[in-house]
T-cell receptor
Framework: QQQVKQSPQSLIVQKGGISIINCAYENTAFDYFPWYQQFPGKGPALLIAIRPDVSEKKEGRFTISFNKSAKQFSLHIMDSQPGDSATYFC????????????FGTGTRLQVFP | EPEVTQTPSHQVTQMGQEVILRCVPISNHLYFYWYRQILGQKVEFLVSFYNNEISEKSEIFDDQFSVERPDGSNFTLKIRSTKLEDSAMYFCASNLVAGYGYTFGSGTRLTVV
């Protein structure tokens, strides 16, 4: 119940294309869903986050879509660039009584020119 | 932009030895965390720390682990007697407000031989 399942494990996209990474959770007590971007040798960096009271959040080329009834959320990267090549982690937490993050298994994105 | 600083970036230690991983969180942050990432796997929560005490810890954080904020700037993770399976990347993180995404450091790669 504490797991966050992430897919795909790896993704190859051409420059200018749309990258889509999906996550699913079981625990309906989760109320905070961030996405982190990690470059090799670096720590995860917060990219964008959403709470279940909205179905979509957009920041620049990055959009989170959230489906509360399906217990799924996804990251869309529009106009993908080679600089977006990194590992992406979704995460979830029950922010009202803890800020422990439960991470997904990660998606390695490669964007080719 | 403020950063979480971790030292050393890489530490090699013999099995059974004690190691101390050091972190300097962002100066006005109040909440501190340690996570670890075994090579190629997801990021896992170890412990959270607030108001000079542990607020939450995972099953991984057993009696071999301890955390300390010895002064106003450092936050340390001690592993008393390292095992081979402690080999991982250890990330420190800090936050100003609980319940939101936090800032990770670049990590310390611990190799136990």
């Amino acid at each position: 119940q504490q797991q966050v399942k992430q897919s795909p494990q790896s993704l190859i996209v051409q420059k200018g294309g749309i990258s889509i990474i999906n996550c699913a959770y079981e625990n309906t007590a989760f109320d905070y869903f961030p996405w982190y971007q990690q470059f090799p040798g670096k720590g995860p960096a917060l990219l964008i986050a959403i709470r279940p009271d909205v179905s979509e959040k957009k920041e620049g080329r990055f959009t989170i879509s959230f489906n509360k009834s399906a217990k799924q959320f996804s990251l869309h990267i529009m106009d993908s660039q080679p600089g977006d090549s990194a590992t992406y982690f979704c995460a979830a937490s029950k922010s009202y009584n803890t800020d422990k993050l439960i991470f997904g298994t990660g998606t390695r994105l490669q964007v080719f020119p | 932009e403020p950063e979480v600083t971790q030292t050393p970036s890489h530490q090699v230690t013999q099995m059974g030895q004690e190691v101390i991983l050091r972190c300097v969180p962002i100066s006005n942050h109040l909440y501190f965390y340690w996570y670890r990432q075994i090579l190629g796997q997801k990021v896992e929560f170890l412990v959270s720390f607030y108001n000079n005490e542990i607020s939450e810890k995972s099953e991984i954080f057993d009696d071999q682990f301890s955390v300390e904020r010895p002064d106003g700037s450092n936050f340390t993770l001690k592993i008393r007697s390292t095992k081979l399976e402690d080999s991982a990347m250890y990330f420190c993180a800090s936050n100003l407000v609980a319940g939101y995404g936090y800032t990770f450091g670049s990590g310390t790669r611990l190799t136990v031989v």
